[in-house]
């Protein structure tokens, strides 16, 4: 009876073992890697560095990580922080577009103050 167990336990663990030999590797994320690098890229050229330094460096941070777990082939690991990458990139970009844009509307709002100014003082004499 126990050699019946033992056998039993070993199938059991060679089985396992055998699952465990088949699994699936997830493949290297290069496009997500790549993909962050242009996100990353687009958020220097819309002025991220200026308005969203923060996050533009959180983003060359996540992608340096991705990269170094992609060598270590944590393949998973490296997938979800080159994806965290673009998303902190795109947001980067958003608050960088949004700061200019303010930028602009403070402006406009300026310009008009002068005009109105001019226009009262050519009117009053």
């Given at each position: 009876?126990?050699?019946?167990m ?17 699994a ?16 990353i ?32 082939e ?26 200019k844009?303010?930028k ?22």
């Amino acid at each position: 009876m126990k050699i019946w167990m033992m056998l039993n336990a070993c199938l059991v663990t060679l089985f396992m073992v055998a699952l465990s030999g088949c699994a699936v590797q997830t493949p290297a994320p290069a496009k997500q890697v790549t993909l962050a690098t242009q996100s990353i890229a687009q958020a220097e050229s819309s002025g991220a560095v200026e308005f969203a330094p923060v996050e533009l460096k959180a983003a060359r941070d996540k992608l340096s990580q991705a990269k170094v777990a992609m060598d270590k082939e944590e393949n998973l690991k490296a997938k979800r922080l080159a994806d965290e990458a673009m998303v902190d990139a795109n947001l980067a970009e958003a608050k960088a577009r949004s700061a200019k844009a303010q930028k602009v509307v403070e402006e406009l709002k300026e310009s008009i103050n002068v005009l109105r100014e001019e226009m009262k003082r050519k009117t009053n004499p």
